[in-house]
């Protein structure tokens, strides 16, 4: 089976512009949720969809916003970016959520300048 | 709204020697608990979980975790580390029912020298 496959691995952004990311599932899985991560702040969960509804969200701005695909892909978009949204965001698919193993991407390294 | 604490957030260690990574949560209801590892430039991989039943559990590359209620700990050890063990290592929790949002800890940084 395929793991997780985030794109793109890497991203440069200025202030202000507006970034989309991807994420495929591992085949069969409808849970997708998002995470961000900093040195300062840690793992911190944005949202999770399931079966292509925003099921649960995280403290994040509503810059922050994500949807989910017929086929489970999923994409998160942050728009009027800010120095503090560089981090990795990482995303983690399952067959049901909670309780269940994630699996994880290998991330998004996102840059703003 | 539960909480997560890793008390230590380095861990140097040598090569074959033992090591406890310390977990301590906090919640108002039952939770499930993981832990995981994040290898230079990957993604986080589970360790294992404790969802009920035996409060010892086993996972994989010879690692285990005691649940301990009373306590709200839930301790990850090795008997012996490898310097293939050197990674960063995050303990989470998330409630047991209802709705799905995990807390995770800041992370220990576990280094294994030769």
């Known amino acids: 089976k395929a793991g997780v496959t985030q794109t793109p691995r890497y991203l440069i952004k200025t202030r202000g512009q507006q970034v989309t990311l991807s994420c495929s599932p591992i085949?069969?899985?409808?849970?997708v949720s998002w995470y961000q991560q900093t040195p300062g702040q840690g793992l911190q969960f944005l949202f999770e969809?399931?079966?292509?509804?925003?099921?649960n969200k995280g403290n994040f701005p509503g810059r922050f916003s994500g949807r989910q695909f017929s086929n489970s892909r999923s994409e998160m978009n942050v728009s009027t970016l800010e120095l503090g949204d560089s981090a990795l965001y990482l995303c983690?698919?399952?067959?049901?959520?909670?309780?269940?193993?994630?699996?994880f991407g290998s991330g998004t390294q996102l840059s703003v300048l | 709204a539960q909480s997560v604490t890793q008390l230590d957030s380095q861990v140097p260690v040598f090569e074959e020697a033992p090591v406890e990574l310390r977990c301590n949560y906090s919640s108002s209801v039952s939770v499930y608990l993981f832990w995981y590892v994040q290898y230079p430039n990957q993604g986080l991989q589970l360790l294992l979980k404790y969802l009920s039943g035996s409060t010892l559990v086993k996972g994989i590359n010879g690692f285990e975790a005691e649940f301990n209620k009373s306590q709200t700990s839930f301790h990850l050890r090795k008997p012996s580390v490898h310097i293939s063990d050197t990674a960063e290592y995050f303990c989470?929790?998330?409630?047991?029912?209802?709705?799905?949002?995990?807390?995770f800890g800041r992370g220990t940084s576990l280094i294994v020298h030769p």
């Open positions: 983690a698919s399952s067959s049901q959520g909670a309780g269940e193993k994630l699996f």
């Open positions: 085949s069969g899985h409808r849970s």
């Open positions: 969809y399931f079966s292509e509804t925003q099921r």
């Open positions: 989470a929790v998330t409630k047991s029912g209802g709705s799905y949002i995990p807390t």
